[in-house]
Every structure is written in C-alpha cells, then in structure tokens.
C-alpha cells in the first residue's frame, strides 16, 4: 500500500459513520503510511477497546501486510488529516463492513481492490478484523462505497 501524493489524490468519498468505521480508517491510515508496528495506531486500538485491544490490532496488521502482499496494484491511501477517503479505502471499508453479512460482495469489492482474483486471504483477514470489532463493541457499520 502507497500513501498517495496530496495533491494526485482523489477523494471522491466521504468519511464513514460510525465510531467502528473511523477507527478502522485511522489505524488503516496510520499503518499504511508509518507501519504496521505504529505507535499512534496502537494506541488508537488501545483507547478504543481497552485490554482487549491485542486482538484487533494483531488481525489489522494481518490484513494489512496480507492486502500488501497480494494486491497486483498499487492501493491508494490518504493521510490521516484528510476529511474525506479515497476510492481504494472505500472499497475496503466497504468489504469490511458487508464482509461478514455478505462475503460473496465482499470478495468482489476486495477483488477489485487488489487488481485481482486472488482475495480469498485478504478477505478472510477483513472478516477476522470485522468479527473482533463487532466483538468487542465497536462495530464496522454497513458501508456502501457508491
């Protein structure tokens, strides 16, 4: 995943609702352009889910590295400061929040995501992230990205 050029990025989508949503968008944000080991999104994950914030930070680096290693495109992901998101990260917010409802959906949304066919892990990862933060109380929150 490649943090984009602010003044190349478009940003055709607005924030999500949801504290689930923007929470997921931020820690995505954070590990996208400093890591998936960023201080700032474990804390993030910290505040939001107290203790149990191990589970859902292990599976959001999880999905991330998975997402970089499968993806034949580059996925483009904007700053943390931007008040509004990328196609790219409405697509994954939006397979993130049907994945678990609707996985056939989601496999199409991450397959146009990744340039490829070969989501199956991507998506597996995206449900894993979506099952811990409805879990724990923060729940990813239906998301349509058109």
Do not use: W
């Given at each position: 995943?490649?943090?984009?050029?602010?003044?190349?990025?478009?940003?055709?989508?607005?924030?999500?609702?949801?504290?689930?949503?923007?929470?997921f968008?931020y820690?995505?944000?954070?590990?996208?352009?400093?890591?998936?080991?960023?201080?700032?999104?474990?804390?993030?994950?910290?505040?939001?889910?107290?203790?149990?914030?191990r589970?859902?930070?292990?599976?959001?680096?999880a999905?991330?590295?998975?997402?970089?290693?499968?993806?034949?495109?580059?996925?483009?992901?904007?700053?943390?400061?931007?008040?509004?998101m990328?196609?790219?990260e409405?697509?994954?917010m939006?397979?993130?929040s049907?994945?678990?409802?609707?996985?056939?959906?989601?496999?199409?949304?991450?397959?146009?995501?990744?340039?490829?066919?070969?989501?199956?892990?991507a998506?597996t990862?995206?449900?894993a992230?979506s099952?811990?933060?409805?879990?724990l109380g923060?729940?990813?929150?239906l998301?349509?990205?058109?």
């Amino acid at each position: 995943m490649t943090p984009a050029e602010p003044s190349s990025l478009d940003q055709p989508r607005s924030l999500p609702g949801g504290y689930g949503n923007r929470l997921f968008l931020y820690v995505m944000r954070r590990m996208a352009t400093a890591g998936v080991n960023d201080a700032h999104a474990a804390n993030a994950m910290l505040g939001a889910f107290g203790r149990s914030y191990r589970r859902p930070l292990v599976l959001m680096r999880a999905m991330m590295l998975e997402l970089a290693r499968s993806s034949s495109r580059k996925i483009l992901i904007a700053p943390c400061c931007c008040s509004r998101m990328t196609t790219d990260e409405a697509l994954m917010m939006q397979a993130a929040s049907c994945s678990l409802r609707s996985p056939r959906t989601a496999y199409d949304a991450v397959a146009t995501l990744l340039g490829n066919d070969h989501a199956l892990g991507a998506l597996t990862c995206l449900q894993a992230v979506s099952q811990a933060h409805s879990d724990l109380g923060r729940p990813l929150d239906l998301y349509a990205a058109g």
